[in-house]
């Protein structure tokens, strides 16, 4: 982590959108102060463990949304961690092949009826989403209409901040 540039990058977001940016500079500390992780990175080893969540002191639990695990190279979550949550996969049969499902098959601990829902599944309401204080998991390997979808979500939400 290059902490001038996180500070820079901080600084210009909180003058942008009017709200407090904190740099935190360990994967740990941030996993134990956030609620919600999102995780996009172009490596092949985990990004953060088990037991850094301190799902303890939170009421509602932690989602975390990987997205860097898009090859079957690449993998950000540990296969425990999934094992033991909430699973929502984009397309479960892409997960299994190329997303963080496929480590935890690999390693024994899941397989694809293990999958709590597809993300279409939660957003149109077909099976709920956060159940009190659980560890959340979505997994997207990407798919064009959801990119598109998940932008103009980001973006409408921006705007009104």
């Known amino acids: 982590l290059d902490e001038d540039m996180a500070i820079t990058f901080a600084e210009e977001m909180q003058a942008e959108l009017g709200m407090p940016f904190t740099v935190i500079t ?41 997205s860097g695990s898009d090859q079957p190279t690449k993998n950000e979550i540990p296969a425990d961690l999934l094992a ?6 984009d397309l479960t049969k892409q997960t299994a092949r190329v997303g963080e499902l496929r480590s935890a098959i690999r390693a ?3 397989t694809e009826s293990d999958v709590y829902a597809e993300l279409g599944e939660v957003v149109n309401g077909d099976k709920p989403g956060r159940e009190g204080n659980e560890i959340i998991i979505v997994d997207l390997t990407g798919t064009g209409a959801q990119d598109a979808a998940i932008g103009q979500v980001a973006w409408d939400k921006l705007s009104q901040l």
Request: hydrophobic letters at 30%; aromatic letters at 6%.
């Open 26 to 66: 360990s994967a740990k500390e941030l996993c134990q102060k956030s609620d919600v992780i999102f995780t996009q990175t172009p490596g092949s080893s985990t990004v953060l463990q088990k037991e850094w969540l301190n799902q303890s002191d939170k009421i509602n639990g932690v989602t975390i949304i990987s």
């Open 84 to 89: 033991s949550s909430k699973y929502i996969s």
């Open 108 to 110: 024994g601990l899941m």
